[in-house]
């Protein structure tokens, strides 16, 4: 049942919370063993917020847009009192004391958080592969990766664990997953969502963002969490325009454009699967079929894009993560000296692909590194964002494929980093701009496993976005 | 190199760390307060547990703009930066600062001995927590273990830069005063180096006399008082010639000025210190501050210290030099007003510098001031009374004639003491020929007499002249 009518049934009384939650945590009961999409679940408190949701609705009175929703939080998002792990040992048994405003406000709409999910050790993959609870794995075949980061939160709601999920995502980490697991992902505009709650991987790129079973579902989710947030310096001012009503608005006279580069053209990122640059076409061609002009827009340093990520991203990550000294919380693993503790505890706790990126962003942030790699990144990132304002003035929206291959194997890429960072290719240069960009599934490839496309707009432009998601959704139907 | 004795000179530049007397931390709402009990001040962002934000308090942004143009500074947009180390008493690993774009830059500070220091800048940052090493000698090698208050981390802090351009320990303690003077006048820091809550690091290197070279310098950490500056200085400076006369050069180093021993001592060397990987914090935005607050808080400058000196030296006829205690207490308007209610100036100022140097002098008022002073220059209170008089208006307040009355001082005018010098001349007429014959002994004598027949009251002086007078 989408997420919509599931709150609607709550709100009206048709249905209860107590018996919506029930069946989604028999389904998790069922399944999660074998797909490890949650790693922790909150069941008492569900079962009790449930049930305080049915005496609301008792009571006469709303219990909130998201009336006796189950909803999974990603493992890097704080609730008070439950275990945040961001899939990484370092963190022990931390819990924090406090609530992420995204927690808070899905609570204040009724929803019913029931655990944390799965993910790439602190945001840092494309697999789910790099975390220290065991790797997830996609409910359309098990043999195969769910994407990542939040390959947990794409997994639960592709296998209806959960109505709907929040994710994450620096790189494509909401997205790339979403296109895998065949659910509709949503990375808002950088700042549309406050990110105050959620453990920083890159601060300049991290967004929260929705994953759900179809577009409505994702705009409704959309639609609680953003908003202005005094706690977070970034989160943008501005009154957030509900996309809810987008959803169904069609496509009548938008302008539209391919984005060139991230298809399977020769001045392209590379690497794309001619099947999926067909599928993205085929959406286009059905967007032009829905009454929109398409055209072919163009991002050349979308080429530069995959390179400026992995110096800002890793540069900020090795100051963020600098504070898992085994000091203050978390893991702590003793040595004669505080420098040798801090040393042994975050070598015991963080993962190979973690170390990785410290070692990255420390280097390219390093006093006579400085100039040759972080400061020539944010150039690159200072062209792209002109790029894409350009191309704006053409388009309303770009779309392109989410990922360049549907879900790989396990196993399949953990031996050369490399391979797995170009599954960002199409999905960093949003980051990088800041733009908001989703990925909607568009049919499944020859394979039979699901492909995603990529619906990028300007800087809080998500009511176009939700439009053209909408009609591509609609295409299939 | 000739066989002549090398002149050197020392160069000094300081960086001074004030913390902002602000109710709240610089990023979050925790109180701002010194001597509570340690790790009851701190939330999630100042511990910076994972998932916390910063929020930049504008108080402090403001109280450090004003501080800025209380130093003449230009005050620019400006971006905070992440200075990124280990150390187990800042929170994050990170200090959150300003590096490349600090919100003020290029000022100046006049100093009461006529000298000028240029501010190269004044930029804001937050404070670290506060370590105490347990065991061992009270440092971190050696000690058993450590405990760390977070109540300080994350409150707020300017570090005002002078450039190198002082040049004596005399001098740089001449800047600390000033720059204490110019924070206590403008209420944006306690500014106590007791309590840390102003703290002097110095930049000290030296060069040949006429040499305009900038030589390897040492910073000196560790320093608790005005005193110890000058101290740490001088020691730095001695132990920079003798290593050049002895051939060798000193090295890049952060050193330590150890109060008991009397000297600094060895700190890392800058060759293998941290390489602090700033770069812009992208939790916060920039600071843009408008023309309108600016001009907002020039208007609400109080006259600098430098200008409170020419106007009190203009008043009282001396120079500016003479009267910067008095300023610096932040007494000079109650001098300008008990000389404006016609006190004599060179008294008021004496009696301001040697009797109001205590904590609280809120009591006394202008106008009794200026009785006092009055009294004193025409006779009808000896100097001796004058101050207990002063000392009595401090306590207690009112006016003169209610503390003459309490402290039981009977007003002695020279007529009074004209009539008591006549009837002693007539009941000692010996001793008195004696007198005028040039035996000064007797002079004494006399003065004593009208001493005890005024309990004590009388001016000594005005007995002498009055003596002398009757002699001629």
């Known amino acids: 049942m989408r997420a919509t009518e599931l709150a609607e049934a709550v709100r009206s009384g048709e249905r209860s919370a107590t018996e919506v939650l029930d069946e989604y945590l028999e389904r998790i009961e069922k399944r999660n063993a074998e797909l490890n999409a949650f790693v922790h679940l909150d069941e008492d408190r569900a079962r009790a917020r449930a049930a305080a949701i049915d005496e609301t609705v008792a009571a006469g009175q709303d219990p909130g847009p998201l009336a006796g929703v189950p909803v999974a939080l990603k493992d890097n998002m704080c609730r008070a009192g439950e275990p945040t792990t961001c899939g990484s040992r370092i963190l022990g048994d931390w819990r924090p004391p406090f609530d992420a405003t995204v927690t808070s406000r899905l609570s204040a709409a009724g929803a019913v958080i029931v655990g944390k999910t799965n993910m790439d050790e602190f945001a840092m993959g494309s697999s789910t592969e790099n975390s220290a609870y065991g790797p997830t794995r996609n409910p359309h075949d098990i043999s195969r990766v769910p994407g990542g980061s939040s390959g947990g939160s794409a997994a639960s709601v592709a296998a209806d664990l959960v109505p709907l999920a929040l994710g994450s995502d620096t790189g494509g980490s909401i997205r790339q997953p979403a296109a895998f697991c065949g659910v509709v992902g949503v990375k808002p505009t950088y700042g549309a969502v406050s990110r105050y709650g959620l453990v920083a991987f890159a601060s300049s790129l991290d967004q929260i963002g929705p994953l759900a079973a179809n577009v409505a579902d994702s705009a409704l989710c959309l639609d609680v969490i953003a908003g202005h947030d005094p706690l977070d310096s970034t989160s943008v001012p501005d009154h957030f325009v509900p996309v809810s009503p987008a959803v169904d608005a069609g496509v009548e006279g938008m302008r539209i454009g391919f984005v060139s580069q991230l298809g399977s053209g020769s001045d392209g990122v590379g690497g794309i699967d001619p099947e999926i640059d067909a599928a993205a076409k085929r959406a286009a061609t059905a967007l032009e079929e829905a009454g929109a002009t398409v055209g072919e827009a163009s991002i050349p340093a979308s080429v530069y894009g995959l390179s400026a990520y992995y110096l800002i991203a890793p540069a900020e990550a090795s100051s963020n993560l600098a504070r898992y000294d085994g000091v203050r919380y978390g893991a702590r693993v003793d040595a004669k000296t505080t420098a040798e503790m801090m040393v042994a505890t975050r070598t015991a706790g963080f993962g190979d692909e973690v170390k990785r990126r410290i070692m990255l962003g420390t280097y390219a942030l390093s006093a006579g590194y400085y100039d040759a790699y972080y400061d020539k990144a944010q150039r690159v990132r200072t062209l792209m964002a002109r790029e894409f304002a350009s191309a704006y003035e053409s388009f309303d929206v770009l779309i392109s494929p989410t990922a360049p291959t549907a879900a790989f194997k396990l196993g399949e890429r953990t031996a050369d980093p490399m391979t797995m960072y170009v599954n960002d290719v199409c999905t960093i240069p949003a980051n990088l701009t800041g733009d908001p960009a989703m990925s909607v599934p568009f049919g499944n490839n020859s394979a039979g496993l699901p492909i995603g496309v990529q619906v990028i707009a300007p800087a809080l432009g998500e009511f176009d976005m939700f439009r053209v998601a909408g009609a591509i959704e609609e295409a299939l139907r | ?472």
């Not at chain 2, 440092?139 to 570090?159: F, K, Q, T």
């Not at chain 2, 003077?181 to 106590?192: E, G, M, N, P, Q």
């Open chain 2, 1 to 472: 190199m000739t066989d002549s004795v090398q002149e050197w000179e020392v160069v000094i530049g300081l960086e001074v760390h004030c913390e902002l007397n602000t109710a709240s931390k610089l990023f979050c709402g925790c109180a701002n307060v010194f001597g509570d009990e340690p790790n009851t001040n701190i939330c999630p962002t100042c511990l910076g547990l994972p998932g916390s934000l910063p929020v930049v308090n504008e108080a402090a942004v403001t109280k450090a703009m004003t501080l800025g143009r209380a130093l003449g500074c230009t005050v620019s947009n400006s971006i905070f930066a992440r200075k990124n180390y280990f150390y187990p008493d800042m929170p994050k690993d990170y200090q959150v600062t300003q590096y490349e774009e600090p919100t003020n830059s290029d000022g100046e500070l006049a100093l009461g001995d006529g000298s000028i220091v240029q501010i190269e800048r004044a930029h804001i940052e937050e404070d670290t927590g506060k370590t105490t090493h347990v065991g061992g000698d009270g440092r971190i090698h050696g000690a058993g273990h450590s405990l760390v208050d977070y109540n300080r981390a994350g409150v707020p802090l300017v570090e005002i830069v002078s450039r190198p351009v002082i040049r004596s320990a005399r001098q740089a303690k001449t800047y600390v005063e000033e720059l204490r003077a110019v924070v206590l006048a403008i209420d944006v820091s306690d500014a106590r180096m007791d309590q840390g809550s102003m703290r002097v690091d110095a930049n000290v290197s030296v060069r040949p006399v006429g040499s305009d070279e900038l030589r390897t310098r040492s910073e000196v950490k560790n320093i608790n008082s005005l005193r110890s500056l000058g101290l740490a200085i001088e020691y730095e400076t001695r132990r920079h010639i003798d290593l050049y006369e002895a051939g060798e050069s000193p090295l890049q180093q952060t050193r330590h000025w150890d109060e008991a021993a009397g000297r600094t001592r060895d700190g890392r060397s800058k060759e293998d210190a941290d390489d602090y990987r700033y770069f812009a914090e992208p939790d916060l935005v920039p600071l843009e501050p408008t023309q309108a607050q600016i001009a907002a808080i020039d208007e609400s400058l109080p006259p600098s210290p430098a200008l409170r000196r020419t106007r009190l030296a203009e008043a009282v006829g001396v120079d500016p030099a003479d009267v910067a205690i008095v300023v610096m207490r932040g007494q000079d308007q109650l001098a300008l007003d008990a000389v404006g209610i016609g006190a004599d100036g060179a008294k008021t100022l004496a009696r301001i510098e040697n009797e109001l140097a205590v904590e609280d002098w809120s009591a006394i008022t202008a106008d009794a001031l200026a009785d006092v002073v009055t009294r004193e220059t025409t006779g009808k209170l000896s100097a001796t009374q004058a101050k207990h008089v002063i000392a009595g208006l401090v306590e207690a307040g009112g006016t003169v004639d209610e503390v003459v009355a309490t402290l039981g001082i009977a007003s002695v005018d020279s007529g009074e003491l004209v009539g008591m010098l006549d009837a002693l001349i007539e009941q000692h007429e010996d001793e008195w020929a004696r007198l005028a014959d040039g035996d000064r002994k007797l002079q004494g004598f006399f003065v004593g007499q009208i001493m005890q027949l005024t309990n004590g009251q009388a001016d000594g002086k005005i007995v002498q002249t009055l003596i002398a007078e009757r002699l001629r």
